[in-house]
């Protein structure tokens, strides 16, 4: 089997739900359970993309159902080569006093991101945010960061004065990262990956795990009655969103063939996948503009498994 890492970036909010919420959020976002960060599944991303190589005719029909098993029980039976997992979140949009956007991440999720994606962060150190009473409340900027507030040494995101630091391994870690999510095929990719890097920071990770639960966006919606002008009822609801511009990673395999007469590798079948970035729409709210997103399937980093 090959495998590769994808990345996923959402350009308006994203709802991802998981049905009706017995929390304060009537629909709330799919989260892990296990740490409790947004993540999008990859059946999400599985079913849309087959839709969309198919409908863009990016690939043959024959091509389609091989990689992602037949139409129908009226043909064939046999399992699709591909397989996603689900994606992870990496970059979460936070609003700043100063650049007006924060991209954050944590030691925890870089430590998760570096095990996947080895072919570019293989040099790159985790870093290290604990030890001493000042390092504990402390973030990780890049040169010329655009969040510094003056001169005073803090950034502010939320409600949180967080002092921070610049260093050469957040400089390399935004790197790396804009890289991927802005290749040279990417129109503007240089002015992108520069911004994006000035707005970058490490946050230590319980700070990261708050912000993740309460930086996100709540939307109440209601429906109006017609007659009356006011709200049907039982039609007012509130639900949960992803900023847009978050940033997922996720890996994906592929294997040989599974369909009869069809003796391809792994390597020629993930050949077929798209080298450019793809654009899709995944969750729920479509009609309300949810969910638009650019997705890479990042084929410089196949190896095999």
Not at 74 to 88: P, T
Not at 209 to 217: G, I, R
Not at 243 to 259: E, T
Request: proline fraction near 4%; hydrophobic fraction near 35%.
């Amino acid at each position: 089997m090959h495998t590769q890492i994808f990345h996923l970036q959402n350009l308006s909010a994203l709802h991802v739900g998981t049905g009706q919420g017995v929390g304060v959020v009537d629909l709330p976002i799919a989260r892990s359970k296990s740490t409790n960060l947004p993540l999008v599944p990859g059946s999400a991303i599985k079913g849309v993309l087959r839709d969309e190589l198919a409908s863009q005719e990016f690939l043959q029909k024959s091509d389609v159902q091989t990689l992602f098993g037949p139409d129908s029980s009226m043909e064939d039976a046999h399992a699709g080569a591909i397989a996603f997992g689900d994606a992870n979140l990496l970059l979460l949009p936070i609003r700043s006093f100063a650049g007006t956007v924060a991209y954050a991440t944590c030691p925890f999720i870089l430590r998760q991101y570096k095990r996947d994606n080895q072919a570019q962060t293989s040099n790159l150190q985790i870093p290290q945010l604990g030890g001493s009473d000042d390092d504990k409340v402390s973030a990780r900027v890049t040169d010329n960061s655009e969040l510094m507030v003056g001169n005073t040494g803090n950034i502010a995101l939320e409600d949180l004065d967080i002092q921070a630091y610049d260093n050469d391994t957040t400089q390399r870690w935004a790197e790396a990262i804009t890289e991927s999510l802005y290749p040279e095929t990417s129109k503007d990719y240089e002015e992108w990956r520069t911004q994006v890097a000035k707005r970058f920071v490490i946050l230590p990770d319980d700070i990261f795990s708050f912000l993740a639960d309460t930086a996100t966006e709540v939307r109440t919606r209601i429906r109006i009655d017609r007659k009356t002008r006011t709200v049907q009822q039982g039609a007012l609801w509130t639900e949960e969103n992803l900023p847009a511009d978050s940033v997922f990673w996720g890996v994906l395999g592929v294997s040989a063939s599974r369909k009869k007469q069809d003796n391809r590798s792994a390597q020629d079948l993930a050949d077929l996948l798209p080298n450019h970035e793809v654009k899709i729409q995944i969750g729920g709210k479509h009609t309300v503009g949810r969910g638009f997103c650019r997705l890479l399937l990042n084929a410089n980093n196949t190896k095999e498994a």
